[in-house]
């Protein structure tokens, strides 16, 4: 029975990858790597975004769905990239944030002050007043915002956009050898389904 069960979803996911590959006239993610990442042995979906990103903060609900449904082999890593020079301390809000672990707590309710209520925060003093407001330590944020540590995750960030060729965001990466993105599929259920069937064709390899 659970024989019969493996092959049958294994076959599901067969016509699931057929039905959702490169077709000439919209493929649903592009092959941008023979190699899969090394930052870990676990199946990786990275999360290209900027805070400032309208679409960015549209997917937030598909990324959570997407996050609350991973197995323990697989795990989402948030990657605020900085295409440009002004996207640069939203990324290093979102990193400091990390080390102060409040990630979690804080991701959703600054998308939500720049897209519900029009706050930009686009300066250091702007997101220390916001992280104050919510209740934390504003001084801590701004020695975080500075730091080296900063430095070194925003680096690192930038070799992996340069890496996977990112250009725009939202961009997702599968485990470093497949990108999709909103412009390659109809629908946020159908990202979702691009991406399940990305990581079970990784966890099959």
């Known amino acids: 029975m659970i024989l019969t069960f493996t092959k049958f979803l294994s076959s599901t996911f067969l016509i699931l990858a057929i039905s ?3 077709s000439h006239a919209n493929p649903k993610y592009i092959q ?3 190699q899969k990442q ?3 042995d676990k199946i990786v979906i990275y999360e290209f975004f900027w805070y400032g990103c309208p679409h960015c903060y549209n997917l937030e609900p598909t990324m959570d769905e997407i996050e609350a449904n991973l197995q323990k082999d697989t795990v989402l890593i948030k990657i605020p990239v900085s ?8 990324a290093k809000a979102y990193y400091a944030l990390k080390q102060m672990n409040l990630d979690d707590d804080l991701h959703l309710k600054l998308f939500e002050e720049i897209h519900i209520n029009s706050q930009r925060l686009d300066t250091k003093e702007s997101l220390s007043q916001f992280i104050t407001n919510q209740g934390y330590n504003g001084q801590k944020f701004q020695e975080l915002f500075d730091s080296f540590g900063t430095e070194i995750r925003m680096n690192k960030a930038s070799r992996l956009a340069k890496n996977y060729q990112i250009s725009s965001v939202p961009t997702l ?3 470093g050898k497949y990108l999709t993105s ?3 599929v109809s629908s946020f259920d159908e990202l979702v389904n691009v991406v399940n069937m990305l990581v079970e064709k990784e966890r099959q390899n």
């Open 20 to 22: 959702l590959s490169h």
């Open 32 to 34: 941008i790597s023979n």
């Open 38 to 40: 090394t930052e870990t």
């Open 83 to 90: 295409l440009r020079d002004t996207w640069q301390n939203h």
């Open 173 to 175: 990466v599968i485990n």
């Open 182 to 184: 909103g412009s390659h």
